[in-house]
């Protein structure tokens, strides 16, 4: 019985490992993140005003297919202004970051908020009331 076994055994393994791996035709269809484009020139523009909502950010960018060139602003919550000048080539990305104007924050102001009557305070809740025997 053992030795049937290990006959079995060795045969299968034998069998597996005489497989040869798939060949795949060479005209099969790469998955698109393998794919790879030619950089292509390009130059856009765009640019936000919105004084209703506060909205006031715009965007410019260059590229001759191997440095791209470009900057971008927004205003931030604070009031200033954020400017990034930026420069992407086979050496990486490099930005320059500048800030214009002062950050503006408003004045702290307590909340005039009252606690309303009815409710009992953190001494009273924590009393346990326990029924009479």
């Known amino acids: 019985m053992q030795l049937q076994f290990i006959v079995v055994f060795v045969s299968i393994i034998a069998l ?4 040869e791996n798939p060949q795949y035709a060479n005209n099969v269809a790469k998955p698109s993140y393998e794919q790879q484009q ?3 020139p390009h130059s856009f523009a765009w640019a936000v005003k919105d004084e209703p909502s506060k909205n006031d950010y715009s965007h410019q960018q260059e590229s001759d297919g191997k440095v791209t060139t470009g900057s971008y602003r927004v205003v931030l919550p604070d009031g200033r202004t954020q400017i990034v000048a930026y420069r992407a080539d086979e ?5 320059d970051v500048k800030y214009e104007g002062e950050a503006r924050y408003p004045e702290y102001k307590p909340s005039s908020y009252n606690k309303p009557a009815g409710y009992p ?10 029924p009479a025997a």
Do not use: F, L
Not at 16 to 19: E, L, N, P, S
Not at 91 to 95: F, I, L, R
Not at 124 to 130: D, N, T, V
């Open 16 to 19: 597996v490992a005489g497989q």
């Open 91 to 95: 050496n990486g990305y490099v930005a």
């Open 38 to 40: 030619a950089p292509m």
């Open 121 to 130: 305070t953190s001494s009273e809740a924590a009393k346990p009331e326990y």
